[in-house]
Nanobody, 126 residues
Framework: LRFSCRRGGGLVQAGGSLRLSCTISGSTFDDYAIGWFRQAPGKEREGVSYISPRDGSIVYVDSVKGRFTISSDNAKNAVYLQMNNLEPEDTAVYYC???????????????????WGEGTQVTVSS
């Protein structure tokens, strides 16, 4: 499984928006659930949102609900993370990830991930 993650990250002021995207190849797109994780300096990597292209299931962690939107385009084998109303606490390196199920990424966190995409830096200034 291979990821091609567009450099959708960058520097933005609080309240601003960014869109991250990843294109996945090397497997049937809906064989895997896809998650977006992030890691801030000195902190553990954490999952923020997950999607199952197979059945459309979506999960958000509480800290991003109402601000982030995950979506997939099955025709393009792509997954997106639209991030609105960004806060300084969202500053981190963001990673796209794949696992057999959403549950494995939620329950086992980073250990439940089978494949990682490259990270992209998101910096939110106050």
């Amino acid at each position: 499984l291979r990821f091609s993650c567009r450099r959708g990250g960058g520097l933005v002021q609080a309240g601003g928006s960014l869109r991250l995207s990843c294109t996945i190849s090397g497997s049937t797109f809906d064989d895997y659930a896809i998650g977006w994780f992030r890691q801030a300096p000195g902190k553990e990597r954490e999952g923020v949102s997950y999607i199952s292209p197979r059945d459309g299931s979506i999960v958000y962690v509480d800290s991003v609900k109402g601000r982030f939107t995950i979506s997939s385009d099955n025709a393009k084998n792509a997954v997106y993370l639209q991030m609105n109303n960004l806060e300084p606490e969202d500053t981190a390196v963001y990673y796209c990830a794949a696992a057999i199920t959403i549950a494995s990424m939620i329950l086992d966190k980073s250990d439940g991930v089978d494949y990682w995409g490259e990270g992209t830096q998101v910096t939110v200034s106050s």
